[in-house]
Structure formats: structure tokens, C-alpha cells
T-cell receptor, first 113, second 114 residues
Framework: DQQVKQNSPSLSVQEGRISILNCDYT??????FLWYKKYPAEGPTFLIS?????DKNEDGRFTVFLNKSAKHLSLHIVPSQPGDSAVYFC????????????FGKGTKLTVNP | NAGVMQNPRHLVRRRGQEARLRCSPM?????VYWYRQLPEEGLKFMVY????????ESGMPKERFSAEFPKEGPSILRIQQVVRGDSAAYFC????????????FGDGTRLSIL
């Protein structure tokens, strides 16, 4: 049973445009959400996070939106750059419990020059 | 390099041998997590440790797998009598404490079983 779902295995956008990566979750106990970026043969790199008490968090070109009623979050990257090309993982956890992250399967983003 | 350090980066073992994967957390981090990634999959939680304590091992197979985080030295993930299905990338992460603290990952150990 996959509790965190990233339904788009891949996404291709033009440089300078907006990239929108989506993530859905089923466990209503999740209250902290994170996005990681991963290049081949490297570990995931933390990008941005959001607590369930917020609906938006912004850091430079990256913004994460959380819709708790829909159990949906999205990562917006604007403007997209070729160096953003990587696999993006959505992850979630329940604070106060075990700190284990539950990951989606990832979305491979390609930003074309 | 103040990041999470994992070694070796690549490990090849024959079926039935033992594999030992090491992880040194970031400086100041006392929480260590191990995850496994199979091809085309996301990372799956295995075990969460603090110094000398296993906090949550719910993701770790009951047999052949063990983990430790001693008072001194790195965290070790040990796989005994490896089988082909153990071939995967194993990632270690660390964080300074619980709560709103993102986990920071090492570059992983790629385990291949011949």
C-alpha cells in the first residue's frame, strides 16, 4: 500500500518556464512533508519542507503548496533551469512518532535549454 | 566534508557472504536512519537509531539484517548470507533531533550480489 504517490514518472519543461511536480498521500497522520532532489549516483538532497499547519512555503525559486483536504502537495520551480534536471522525491512523516520518512517513487524532471 | 559519509560506495559480494555498510552522520547529528532503494522505486525506510539504541526497526527484514550505532564510531548496517534480492542502493541519513528537522542523506552504498 503506497502511502505517498507521485503519479507522473517524468516531466519535461522548457528552460525559463514553470515546473510543477505533484504528490498525493493517503495517511492523514502525516504532518510534515519534504521534497528531495536526486542526481544519479548521489544521495537525495533536501530542497524544501512544509508543516501541516501551513499551506505554502517558499524558498527562492522553489515553492511548496499543501492542500490538506485533498491530501495533495505540489512543488513549483520557477524559472526552471537545466541544472534542475533530476529526480524529485516527495516524502512525508508523522511528527512525534517514529521519524521514518515515507517516500514516493519520484518524478524525473528534464529541463530543456 | 561535513556531510553524511557512507562507505564503501560500491560493494560486490557473492551469495552467502556478509556485507557491512558504514555511515558516519553529519557532525552534531545524533539520529541515524537507513533506507533502501530498489531500481525504479522510492526509498524505503529500514531502521532508525540513536547512539547505542535502536528506536524503530520496523522496516528491516527480521532475518539476516542488523544495525547498530555504537557510542564511538560509525553506524553499521550488516547483512548476513546475502542473496540476489539484497542488491540495491542503501542510503544513510542523519538529523540533529526529532521534529521539524530534515534528514540529510549520504551518497549511498551500491550493493551488488553475484
Amino acid at each position: 500500500d503506497q502511502q505517498v504517490k507521485q503519479n507522473s514518472p517524468s516531466l519535461s519543461v522548457q528552460e525559463g518556464r514553470i515546473s510543477i511536480l505533484n504528490c498525493d498521500y493517503t495517511n492523514s497522520m502525516f504532518d510534515y512533508f519534504l521534497w528531495y532532489k536526486k542526481y544519479p549516483a548521489e544521495g537525495p538532497t533536501f530542497l524544501i519542507s512544509i508543516s501541516s499547519i501551513k499551506d505554502k512555503n517558499e524558498d527562492g525559486r522553489f515553492t511548496v503548496f499543501l492542500n490538506k483536504s485533498a491530501k495533495h502537495l505540489s512543488l513549483h520551480i520557477v524559472p526552471s533551469q537545466p541544472g534542475d534536471s533530476a529526480v524529485y522525491f516527495c516524502a512525508a512523516l508523522t511528527q512525534g512518532g517514529s521519524e521514518k520518512l515515507v517516500f514516493g517513487k519520484g518524478t524525473k524532471l528534464t529541463v530543456n535549454p | 566534508n561535513a556531510g553524511v559519509m557512507q562507505n564503501p560506495r560500491h560493494l560486490v559480494r557473492r551469495r552467502g557472504q556478509e556485507a557491512r555498510l558504514r555511515c558516519s552522520p553529519m557532525k552534531g547529528h545524533s539520529h541515524v536512519y537507513w533506507y533502501r532503494q530498489l531500481p525504479e522505486e522510492g526509498l524505503k525506510f529500514m531502521v532508525y537509531l540513536q547512539k547505542e539504541n535502536i528506536i524503530d526497526e520496523s522496516g528491516m527484514p527480521k532475518e539476516r539484517f542488523s544495525a547498530e550505532f555504537p557510542k564511538e564510531g560509525p553506524s553499521i548496517l550488516r547483512i548476513q548470507q546475502v542473496v540476489r534480492g539484497d542488491s540495491a542502493a542503501y542510503f544513510c541519513a542523519s538529523s540533529p533531533s526529532q521534529g521539524n528537522q530534515p534528514q540529510h542523506f549520504g551518497d549511498g552504498t551500491r550493493l551488488s550480489i553475484l
